[in-house]
């Protein structure tokens, strides 16, 4: 059929017979030099699309028309294994190739979640001057982090700060992380990141020298006190807590010897607060170390 039949042909074969059966004995090489010819080229691939038959040989003539950047993209794609993408790192664009959270294998960052967030050893580890991370998780992850960051355009946004001034925070480099914390613009009513925005400043404000008696703080967690979100009520809970330690205001005997009975008869939500408000009161619980 190549040798005495017209392209029409060549396309009405691969439009009706089966190119996988032994019998044809077809090979998509040979017809690698009809593909020379742009319209033929073009045809074949909606042909071959409407079968959902792809064929790498097929498709990389795409490069050698140089017209359609859809389809040479499409052909990288396609012939590519993730590996092979990996060598251009977490955030790679092109006018071919675009690489970034979304779509890099190793590019898109699960933040994991620490409490508490400060160390609880007491003394530090490593040489002075040095900071080092003993949770491996963490230390992979940080590092992860750090790598990508590298690798984009502009760090500026709002989320790629946030999550560099709690990881700081995490290997309690404070001071640099309230330095990092005091460039971001904090962020509008409605953004996804209001909440831990506001936990952060209430929770620097202890950090403040300034005779401020942690005023800013306490106007933050105000706003909480009926956060319908219980991880974060719970939370600020535990700021305002300090701050009542910190003036001098305990709750009064009976909260803190709340009975099974008292419990019971309040409701899930109140009874989750009311223990905590008691755990807080109390000597502190030690803790198994997260980030050490």
Known sequence: MLAAGSKDD????????????????????????????KDFFTKTI??????????????????FHKDDDALMSECIKLNYSSDQFNVLGTHFTSGLVTINELNADKGFLKLLEYHPIVNTRAHKVGKEGEN?????????????????????KSHETLEDRMIFVYYLQLQDRIEEAIELFKSI??????????????????????????????????????????????????????????????????????EKSMDANEIAASSKGEIDIAMQRAANKKKAVKREPNIS
């Open 10 to 37: 060549v396309l009405e074969f691969l439009r009706t017979e089966n190119l996988t059966s032994r019998k044809k004995n077809f090979s998509f090489r040979n017809l690698l030099y009809l593909l020379e010819d």
């Open 46 to 63: 909606q042909t071959l699309r409407n079968r959902g038959i792809f064929s790498s040989e097929v498709w990389q003539y795409a490069f």
């Open 132 to 152: 080092t991370i003993l949770n491996k998780t963490f230390n992979d992850t940080y590092n992860t982090f750090l790598s990508s960051l590298a690798q984009k």
């Open 185 to 254: 613009k904090p962020p509008a009513a409605d953004s996804a990141l209001k909440v831990q925005h506001d936990y952060l400043t209430a929770y620097f404000d202890f950090f403040n020298r300034d005779d401020t008696q942690y005023l800013n703080a306490q106007r933050i967690v105000q706003k909480y006190d009926n956060y319908p979100i219980m991880k974060w009520r719970m939370m600020f809970l535990a700021i305002q807590d300090q701050l009542n330690e910190y003036h001098g205001e305990f709750d009064d005997e009976e």
